[in-house]
């Protein structure tokens, strides 16, 4: 079975400052991998995803994330964060197997200091 | 109306209570879901439809009952609920019943059990 691992529970960067939020995730062949985020009081919304193809995935609201299998990671990353980023995050691995079920970590806090 | 809404936003009830969380997407979609999101816990998966028929259900206690008249429409039942499942329950829907397509998610209903 998949797993997912966000290492950091809480994250504080100051506005303008670059951010990574880690993710790791266990499974035996090529996973299926998520961000989401959620804002207080909404449900999630999907950033980017992998499934295939080129390692470094475009999401919106300027996020990035690489696949590296060698370090069984997939971590978030933006290079100027904005007050509004602040937010909870989710990583999330689906088998590839057609059956809706994604696998989500603990999810990691972002507050932004102005 | 556009997206994934979910009715009501909150609910207070007993234990002794019968209520009913609903959910609706205007996407057209075919697949829909139930998440339990709890404090400290990753987010669970509950049931997943597609195409109306149930498809999954996550070892969820029957005290849970979920009901999908239709692809547009998805309710979850609640009847004897304890005080542990006070929790955000999260609708979402999908295009289809793949792993590449995108969960779109309603705002959730906080429910909290008395």
């Known amino acids: 079975a998949q797993s997912v691992t966000q290492p950091d529970i809480h994250i504080t960067v100051s506005e303008g400052a670059s951010l990574e939020l880690r993710c790791n995730y266990s499974y035996g062949a090529t996973p299926y991998l998520f961000w989401y985020v959620q804002s207080p009081g909404q449900g999630l919304q999907l950033l980017l995803k992998y499934f295939s193809g080129d390692t470094l995935v475009q999401g919106i609201k300027g996020f990035e994330a690489e696949f590296k299998r060698s370090q069984s990671s997939f971590n978030l990353r933006k290079p100027s964060v904005h007050w509004s980023d602040a937010a909870e995050y989710f990583c999330?691995?689906?088998?590839?197997?057609?059956?809706?079920?994604?696998?989500f970590g603990d999810g990691t806090t972002l507050t932004v200091k102005p | 109306e556009t997206g994934v809404t979910q009715t009501p936003r909150h609910l207070v009830m007993g234990m002794t209570n019968k209520k009913s969380l609903k959910c609706e997407q205007h996407?057209?979609?075919?697949?829909m879901y139930w998440y339990k999101q709890s404090a400290k816990k990753p987010l669970e998966l509950m049931f997943v439809y597609s195409l109306e028929e149930r498809v999954e259900n996550n070892s969820v206690p029957s005290r849970f009952s979920p009901e999908c008249p239709n692809s547009s429409h998805l309710f979850l039942h609640l009847h004897t609920l304890q005080p542990e499942d006070s929790a955000l329950y999260l609708c979402a829907s999908s295009q289809e019943l793949r792993d590449t397509d995108t969960q779109y998610f309603g705002p959730g209903t906080r429910l909290t059990v008395l």
């Open positions: 996407l057209g979609h075919n697949a």
């Open positions: 999330a691995v689906a088998a590839g197997t057609n059956a809706g079920k994604s696998t």
